[in-house]
C-alpha cells in the first residue's frame, strides 16, 4: 500500500513539474509575441543551439554540473525542514579555498585536485555550519544568517583576490596543472568544450544523497525532525545536531559545486562584482525536481538547457536572455505556488464528476 502511495505521489509530482515547465514557456512564448519576437524560431534556436552541436552539447552539460550541486544542497536541507539559501556563499568560498589549494599547494597531478576538491566541499560546510548552529542552539532563522553569510563570503574572496592571491590585479594566475579538473580527451570529442570531472562529482553526489537520506539512520533522523522536530525529539533523536548536520552537508555539496567550476572551468578566480547566481538558481532546481536526487538531476538538465541555450538564443533569434530568466521564475512561480496542482487537480474532479453522470 505504501508503494502504490509512494507512485502515486511520484507520478503525481513528475506531472506538476511537467505541466509548470510548459506553462512557464507559454507565459514566454506570450512576452516574445507581444514584444514582437517569433517564438517558434526563439524556441527551436534555443534548444537547437544548445544540443545539436558537439561543442555547445559540451558546454550544456558544463552548465548542468553545478546546478546539480547546489540543487542537491538547496533540496537536502529542504528535506530536514530546512532553508539554506547561503548555497551562493558556500559556492563562492568553496571556488576562493580551491583556488588557494590550487596555487599555493605543490603536490602530485591526481592527489592535487582531489585535495583541492575535498578542500572546497569542507569549506562549504564550515561555511554553513555558522547558520546551523546558530539556528540549533539560539534560534535564529537560517535565512537571515545565510543571506549575510552570502555577502561575507563574496566581498572576502574579493579582497583576498585583490590583496593576497592576485596582488593587486583583477583575476589571480591560473592554477597549477596538477590540480586541474579538465576531462582533455573527452573535450576534443566535444569540439574543445570546457567538460570536466565535476559532472562525474555531481552525478555522485546525487547518488551519495539517495542513499544518504533514504538508506541510512542519519538520513531518516533528518527526515523526522523536518517532518516534525517535537516528536522527533521525543523520540530521542537530537534535533539541534541533525540540523546543524543537514547545513552541514548542504554546504557540502555547494561548496563542492565552487570548486569543480573553480578547477574544471575557469582555472583561475576573479574579482565578483557580484553573485554568480548559481546557488540561487540551486533553489530553483530544488523546487522544481521535488527535493528528490533525480528530480534535481532532472530539473539541472532542463535549467542547464534553457541556460546556455537562451545565451545563444540572443544571437540566432534576436531575443534578450531576460526572456530565459522569465521562464525560469514562471515556472518556480507555478511550482511554489502549487498553481498547477490546483488545475490538476481540479481537472480530476470535473473529470471524475462526468464519468459519475
Do not use: H
Given at each position: 500500500?505504501?508503494?502504490?502511495?509512494?507512485?502515486?505521489?511520484?507520478?503525481?509530482?513528475?506531472?506538476?513539474?511537467?505541466?509548470?515547465?510548459?506553462?512557464?514557456?507559454?507565459?514566454?512564448?506570450?512576452?516574445?509575441?507581444?514584444?514582437?519576437?517569433?517564438?517558434?524560431?526563439?524556441?527551436?534556436?534555443?534548444?537547437?543551439?544548445?544540443?545539436?552541436?558537439?561543442?555547445?552539447?559540451?558546454?550544456?552539460?558544463?552548465?548542468?554540473?553545478?546546478?546539480?550541486?547546489?540543487?542537491?544542497?538547496?533540496?537536502?536541507?529542504?528535506?530536514?525542514?530546512?532553508?539554506?539559501?547561503?548555497?551562493?556563499?558556500?559556492?563562492?568560498?568553496?571556488?576562493?579555498v580551491a583556488i588557494i589549494i590550487g596555487l599555493k599547494l605543490d603536490l602530485p597531478p591526481v592527489l592535487h585536485a582531489v585535495v583541492a576538491v575535498v578542500a572546497g566541499g569542507l569549506a562549504g560546510a564550515v561555511w554553513a555550519l555558522v547558520p546551523g548552529l546558530l539556528k540549533a542552539t539560539r534560534g535564529v532563522h537560517e535565512v537571515i544568517i545565510s543571506i549575510m553569510m552570502n555577502f561575507i563570503a563574496l566581498y572576502l574572496s574579493n579582497a583576498l583576490v585583490f590583496h593576497w592571491l592576485a596582488k593587486g590585479s583583477d583575476s589571480t594566475p591560473k592554477i597549477m596543472e596538477s590540480a586541474s579538473l579538465r576531462m582533455d580527451a573527452i573535450s576534443q570529442m566535444f569540439g574543445g568544450a570546457r567538460l570536466h570531472f565535476g559532472l562525474i562529482i555531481a552525478l555522485l553526489a546525487a547518488f551519495v544523497m539517495y542513499l544518504l537520506v533514504w538508506r541510512t539512520r542519519l538520513g531518516y533522523e533528518l527526515r523526522a525532525v523536518g517532518h516534525n522536530p517535537l516528536a522527533a525529539e521525543y523520540a530521542g533523536m537530537s534535533v539541534k545536531r541533525n540540523i546543524i548536520m543537514s547545513m552541514m552537508i548542504s554546504g557540502s555539496f555547494a561548496g563542492l559545486a565552487g570548486a569543480?567550476?573553480?578547477?574544471?572551468?575557469?582555472?583561475?578566480?576573479?574579482?565578483?562584482?557580484?553573485?554568480?547566481?548559481?546557488?540561487?538558481?540551486?533553489?530553483?532546481?530544488?523546487?522544481?525536481?521535488?527535493?528528490?536526487?533525480?528530480?534535481?538531476?532532472?530539473?539541472?538538465?532542463?535549467?542547464?538547457?534553457?541556460?546556455?541555450?537562451?545565451?545563444?538564443?540572443q544571437f540566432e533569434a534576436g531575443v534578450p536572455f531576460e526572456v530565459i530568466r522569465v521562464v525560469f521564475a514562471a515556472i518556480i512561480l507555478f511550482v511554489a505556488a502549487n498553481v498547477t496542482g490546483r488545475i490538476l487537480e481540479k481537472f480530476r474532479q470535473k473529470k471524475g464528476g462526468e464519468t459519475r453522470a
Open positions: 500500500m505504501k508503494k502504490l502511495v509512494s507512485g502515486l505521489n511520484s507520478q503525481s509530482t513528475l506531472l506538476t513539474s511537467l505541466v509548470s515547465i510548459l506553462l512557464g514557456m507559454l507565459i514566454g512564448a506570450v512576452m516574445m509575441l507581444v514584444a514582437g519576437y517569433d517564438p517558434l524560431a526563439a524556441y527551436n534556436a534555443l534548444f537547437v543551439s544548445a544540443l545539436f552541436q558537439p561543442y555547445d552539447l559540451g558546454e550544456t552539460l558544463r552548465t548542468i554540473t553545478p546546478l546539480i550541486l547546489t540543487g542537491l544542497a538547496v533540496a537536502l536541507a529542504f528535506r530536514t525542514g530546512l532553508f539554506n539559501i547561503g548555497v551562493e556563499g558556500q559556492f563562492i568560498v568553496g571556488q576562493l569543480g567550476e573553480a578547477l574544471g572551468t575557469s582555472g583561475y578566480l576573479a574579482i565578483q562584482p557580484a553573485f554568480t547566481g548559481i546557488g540561487f538558481d540551486g533553489i530553483a532546481v530544488a523546487l522544481l525536481g521535488a527535493s528528490t536526487p533525480l528530480g534535481v538531476v532532472l530539473a539541472s538538465v532542463l535549467f542547464g538547457v534553457l541556460t546556455y541555450g537562451g545565451g545563444n538564443m
